[in-house]
């Protein structure tokens, strides 16, 4: 077998990581529309069992129902999911030394899991790239220590929008009055800038180790078209396009979990930028997680002022990404660019 052909077979798979409410749904929607791929919502979650037994899948059945889930596990030892769940300790040693911890049979478990799972589910489709939204740097880690191809997309969004989504009321709709989780919980300004900070330094950590790119939420809604076939074609996915109104017609979804807006959106989307935080988060609020989250937002070129972002100029002029870190699992950074795309941005169809 030649080795183009070995990486044509290799199950990839796109793992958004990042904080919660930052677009990953949407991202996650949009990949989704690429013949060859499968989204399969937050597979992080598969180890919790309330969420198992109680949930409903993206495609409305309720999860323990639904076929496409019953013939993915139906030849694993999924019965001991819970049990399997590697400890918090292992990930974090993981994370921070450059080896596996061999000598961790539930992690060794844990891992071997994961990799079955995805093999199950390539078996069933077919799709060659899987699309995997669970956006715990923990858990990509684990996944990267698995067989399969993994790119790392590292969504970011201000912190401040971030905050101010978790102060909002949002029902979990798609769950029943009688819910274990009616609404989603929420959350003071502070803490959501903590652990904004908090999930974003893991993923630069993650980014050190594995195939990475970045992506600015604020940069998906502008151009979405544009910044999903840069991943698209980084996998070697064809590209997809919105219909003539703007559009996009999003596959039925076999997806765990998730944010409770892909109910609600179903299977056509007109992406709309959500920057309600820039007028309606409190003062006292914007500032602590400004404070808070500085040289981050920095980092990723947020403006620390409110005012700028009201004054943004388009992003062909001002944004910018940080992409394409060529890295093996476990090697060293080999290159590292920050690139510019003024000129592509200004012709986001690419035409
Ligand atoms: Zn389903």
């Known amino acids: 077998m030649t080795s183009r052909s070995k ?4 199950i990839k798979v796109v793992f958004i990581v990042g904080y919660t409410r930052s677009g990953s749904t949407l991202l996650e929607q949009l990949l989704s529309m690429a013949p060859g791929s499968v989204a399969v919502g937050e ?3 598969l180890w919790e069992q309330r969420v198992r ?3 409903y899948c993206g495609c ?8 496409f889930w019953k013939n993915i596990l139906g030849d694993l030892p999924s019965s001991d999911f819970s049990k399997a769940r590697s400890p918090f300790g292992a990930f974090f040693r993981d994370l921070v030394s450059k080896g596996r911890p061999s000598d961790d049979q539930d992690y060794e478990r844990f891992v071997n899991q994961i990799e079955s799972i995805y ?7 077919g799709c060659s790239v899987i699309i995997d939204s669970s956006k715990r740097p923990f858990f990509g880690l684990a996944v990267s220590r698995t067989k399969v191809s993994v790119t790392f997309v590292h969504l970011v969004r201000d ?3 971030c905050a101010f989504s978790w102060k909002k009321a949002k029902a979990r709709v798609e769950l029943g009055k009688d819910a274990f989780m009616p609404f989603m919980p929420q959350f003071p300004a502070h803490r959501s800038a903590l652990a904004w900070v908090w999930n974003n330094l893991q993923a630069e950590i993650l980014s050190r180790r594995c195939q990475n790119i970045v992506l600015r939420y604020e940069d998906l809604v502008e151009n979405p078209t544009f910044e999903v076939n840069k991943i698209l074609n980084q996998v070697g996915l064809p590209s997809i396009s919105p219909d003539q109104n703007g559009t996009f017609h999003i596959p039925t979804s076999h997806g765990i979990w998730g944010n409770p807006d892909r109910w609600s959106s179903r299977n056509a989307i007109k992406v709309t930028k959500d920057e309600r935080w820039i007028s309606e988060l409190s003062k006292p609020d914007f500032i602590v997680s400004t404070l808070i989250s500085a040289p981050l937002l920095k980092w990723y070129g ?5 005012n700028k972002h009201v004054c943004r100029p388009s992003a062909s002029s001002e944004l910018q990404s940080r992409n394409h870190r060529e890295l093996r699992h476990g090697a060293p950074v080999r290159s590292r660019q920050i690139l510019r795309d003024e000129t592509q941005r200004s012709n986001p169809n690419g035409r």
Do not use: F, V
């Open 7 to 10: 990486e044509d077979r290799q």
């Open 159 to 161: 912190s401040r929008g």
């Open 43 to 45: 597979m992080a979650y």
């Open 302 to 306: 947020y403006p620390l002022s409110r």
């Open 53 to 55: 037994n109680n949930s």
């Open 119 to 125: 093999q199950a589910i390539h078996d069933q489709t």
């Open 60 to 67: 409305g059945s309720k999860w323990t129902n639904c076929s």
